[in-house]
């Protein structure tokens, strides 16, 4: 094996080590905050209780954004899989991680 090779090899296994897939990014916030975007432009806030296949969602402590504006307090909300645009995690959870 020559050097370049080695390299590329070293290379690639440290990229394959830390690349998470969608799967794992998913798994990894459930129980946590996140923001959850809709087609419509309206976000909910809350903890991720689940979600399936189809990107159905269950969220705990959910509020309810339109516009930036705070519009409603929800205790446990469903969102239908097909109206989500992303789900992020909260700004108030990354900075905890940093």
Sequence with gaps: MSG????TTTTRDKASSTTKTPSDFLKSIRGRPV???LNSGVDYRGILACLDGYMNIAMEQTEEY???QLKNKYGDAF???NN???ISTSKSTLAEGA
């Design 35 to 37: 923001v959850v975007k």
């Design 66 to 68: 339109v516009n930036g």
């Design 84 to 86: 989500v645009l992303y």
């Design 4 to 7: 370049a090779e080695a390299v």
């Design 79 to 81: 969102i239908r899989g």
